[in-house]
């Protein structure tokens, strides 16, 4: 019989023999291959946490935490030796906040142009394009700052140093404008498209909509993009590792060099301190200290993006 016209019926009694007991099998073992690639992100964050964790107490055996938190100096590797980390934090905070006020403008306008003006081809050219500068390594963004921004703003601020802040945080900012525009892109996309409808029959213009409808309706994932980047920036080594210097200077001033929590750990880590000294237990302090800050970024962003989720 042609099995064209077999029915339903007729086809299961036909799954018989070596093809119903390999069914069966993979049936069976599937599920639990499954079960245990998704639980191996668990226990690789569960091994860093524990790598960190334990070494952090070591460090703070010797170190207390009231000088670690609201000590201004920070010079682990020199005599005499002293541990607030607060010039580190400082630091990492002054080039996130110069990279999220250049890319968050650029990024969210970046991403209404792709939303709302841009015409079919042009939106496939340029959305690629953003897409691969975010796989430029940063390494490259790091010589940018130093051989580029750098004298660039020398030549309009005179006196200014080869390592500051300023020219680090707008490296990293252009870094992160892919990823804000992308990702907001897509949140403004998942806006229904009755709902742009209805406020051009409103007598709405294009950036009308835009800011009174698209981006209220695509809040949540705007607001994750940000995180998200300000969280890279604050990650981000080698740009800062280059261009802000290694200096950890207890400064407001951007234009000044100053050291982040990831370029001191690149520091230490080239192999000149000693093992299991307390200036090597130092990178893993201000390596949980970052984990803490991201960590929590992760669960303030989540908080946010359901409280400002809508719901269609």
Known sequence: MNSLNLTVR?????????????????EYIMPKILFLISTISIFVTLGIVYTLFESTITFFSFVSIKE??????????????????LPLLLGSVLVAVIAIAIAGPIGL????????????????????????LAGVPTIVYGFFALNFITPVLQSLMPGLGLFN??????????????????????????VPKHI????YALGSTR????????????????????????SRAIGETMIVTIAAGAMPNFTFNPLEPVQTMTAYIVQVSLGDT??????????????MTLFIITFVMNIFANWLTKKFREEY
Do not use: C, H
Request: glycine content about 8%; aromatic content about 12%; cysteine-free.
């Open 207 to 230: 950036f009308e909509a835009a800011y009174k409808v698209i981006i209220p309706g695509a809040l949540s994932g705007i607001i994750a993009s940000f995180v998200l980047a300000i």
């Open 10 to 26: 007729d086809k299961i009694k036909n799954k018989t023999g070596v093809s119903a007991r390999y069914n069966k099998f993979v």
């Open 68 to 85: 670690f938190l609201t000590g201004t100096r920070w010079t682990p590797l020199f005599e005499p030796q002293q541990f607030g980390i």
């Open 274 to 287: 000693p093992y299991r000294s307390i200036a090597y237990y130092t990178i893993y302090a201000v390596g």
């Open 165 to 190: 802040a300023l020219s680090a945080g707008i490296a990293v900012g252009i870094m992160i404008i892919p990823m804000i525009a992308s990702l907001s892109e897509d949140a403004m996309a998942a």
């Open 109 to 132: 306008g970046a991403a209404v142009y792709l939303s709302q003006y841009a015409p079919d081809r042009v939106k496939k050219t340029l959305k690629p394009i953003l897409e691969v």
């Open 196 to 199: 742009r409808e209805g406020a």
